[in-house]
């Protein structure tokens, strides 16, 4: 009842807490995203309200009367802008920056080299001008906001390396003012001042960043200031989905003037992303955060929903544990009183255990108490039937006492039959499960308990004894009150026919049937079983699938007398000496048709395949070979050999088993002698190749008829003696045409050529090419390539 429980709220518990982790992680996901959303626009709200602040102020200045008087005087003197003028613009530049700090304005007057900010008025000597004022003027006036240098705003209350490199600026020409057009105010924010309020908005500004394009995919602001000023491609973001560049992305139609949430990938970091594109200014605001916030997100709430889940865990098995301790008692008491007064005594002992299931036990006292009688009985019907398969084992071999055998039969039940029947034969039958598809020999076991059954059901009860199964077979004994012999044979004959029949419909399985004479005795049962497992041993020359009758053979004549067939058998003996396998299958298969067509006994027959067996052994240890190289050691070969039923089971097994195993071994004792042999012809002719080698002088040095290695060379190597010798002679010579400068007629005369055209023939005929032709295309490879 605990391991119930214990399951009952696991489960439920275990689900909840999946489903809850799911939903909450799917919810701070949506949640995020929606955040990551609204912090984008909020942040591109502020930073378009800071540049329109500039822009206003700049076209306030550009109206000023201040900044036009003042570039009046300084045209209309030769000495430049005055004092006056110049702090009268001065204090209107730091009321502009009273709306926005950051803000800075400047008024550039290129043509007398000055410019005035907040801070004060600056001289060419005092403050270089490099700054392209036509350039800049045109770049407003066609796309707007520009990246500019911020060493155009330094002055003396922002140091040169402030860290902020580039301003956002925009530049105004001063309308009705007849002097040169070099004259013009500008106004700039710091490119990185714009991150600032991603810091303010934005509690994890430290895992967080804005990136803001223009046009043209420039980037205006960037964490890293390092970026700003270059292509969005060298920020090196990837799309996780396409493996895209993210430029790509924002390059196709469609995509850039939307706004939406991708996953990317940053310098092997996975990053979520969020943009938008602004219709005012045609940028793009990209806010990047890394995934490991939402990560971080994720345990937490994985964590939160474990100990909630744990929690209810441990709860749940307290209530579990006391529940089942309260309803345990009463079922305890239950069982205990069953078990001492009405259980018998092994039954306490044996099936009551405090680990398994208790309503189990009540069920089963309460079972056996009320089938106790019918098992009393099942178990000595049992015991009955195994004393009467013992008795009838024991009838079958003789071992029942004479004296006693007619009581023993009243005893087991078989009376009636011992008085009615006058003729008695012991029918034997066995599964032939050679070259069988459906059946092995692991299933005969199986299949001879299924043919008992069959033989038990198909034969009256007051035809035959019990059929019992023993040693491979299914033997029963089969009784008639008939006195006349031929009608008893008759009928054992279609008995054994219509059960041979049965079987092979029920089991597709093929069964061969011996059976016995009639005999007039049950004292004759012995001899009958023996009669009945002889009449089996035909099918070594029947084959499988037999019916037959055992017969007797006093008066009969012998054809044995006719000669064994010892020319087949010496063949075999060659073809095994020989290793030749096919041969000697085929001789063997001969041997065995010519010895099983004789007409002899099954005795008969296994003192011949003895014999054979005798001689291929004799053989094999002549030869060196011993019996534990092809024997595996589990019994004498020669029970294996009696052992067998078929004709095509004994050549199969001579085949496998005797045969192959030494035709192996001495292929491998043929391989180890020609490999040896191949081997120092070969080494001869590497040494001596420049001398008269023949076959014959190898023979006469290896002690070895010259045909005899001219069979074996050719076996190892696949090509003659005298071919092999050509082709490395062709080959070293080769060899000297590439590395040495030796003609012809010297290569031919030390490779034994007494007639150099004769080297050049046979050259020509092996490689394709002349000895001169070989030499010039190894020189002159480029020549002969494009010849």
Partial sequence: MIVFGILLSTLPILLTGIAAFIYSSKQSELHRAQANKQLLIQMQTNVEHKL???SYMLDQAVRSPDTLLSLTASSSSVQGIGPLFAEKLQTEFKNMRSWEP???????NQTQDWLIDHAGLYLNTDFPMALPMKDLLSNTLTSGWQLTPSSVFNNNERPVNSGCIYHIALAR?????????DAALIAGIPACSLQKPLEEDSPDSSTAGLIILNREQRIMVHPNLEYIGQPLTAAGIWDRDSKANFSELLSKRGFAASSGQREVRIADTRYSLSYTHSSLKGWTYILISPTNILTHEYVQIGLHTMYISVAMLLLSLLLSWVGSRRMHIPIRKLLTQLSDKRLPKDFHETKYTPHKDEFEQIRAGVSQLSASQSQLESKLNQHKLQIRTLFLINLLLGKNATSTLHDTLRENGYGSQLQEWQQIAVIAVQADLMNHTKYHAKDRDLLLFAVQNILEESVYAEQQLLPVVYEQAVVTIIGTPEQDLVRFSQHLYTLTEQLQHQISEILSLQVSIGFSQPHAS??????????????LKHRMKLGAGIIFQFEAIDNRTSHWALPYPESLEYTLIQAIQNADEALASSHLHQLLEVL??????PEEYQVALTRLLTHILQMMQESGIRLGQISKGHGSIFNELHALQYAAEIEQWFNKHIIIPIILILKERQYAQYQHIS???IAIIQQEYDNDLTLEECAS????????????????????????????RFSIAKKWLDESELTVKDIAARLR?????????????WEGITPGQYRERKHKPDLSLKQ
């Fill in 52 to 54: 329109a602040t500039v």
């Fill in 596 to 601: 099983f067509g004789m007409e002899c006994t």
């Fill in 753 to 765: 050529y007494n007639n150099p055209q004769n080297f050049i023939r046979s050259f020509r005929k």
């Fill in 173 to 181: 020409s001063i309308p009705d003012v007849h002097v040169s057009s």
């Fill in 522 to 535: 049950l004292f004759q049962i012995p001899q009958a079983y023996t009669e009945a497992l002889e009449a």
């Fill in 102 to 108: 950051l803000m800075d304005i400047t008024l550039v």
């Fill in 679 to 681: 081997e120092k012809m």
């Fill in 701 to 728: 040095r290896l002690h070895y008829n010259a045909n005899y290695l001219s069979s074996v060379f050719r076996k190892e190597t696949g090509c003659a003696f005298s071919e092999y010798l050509t082709k490395y």
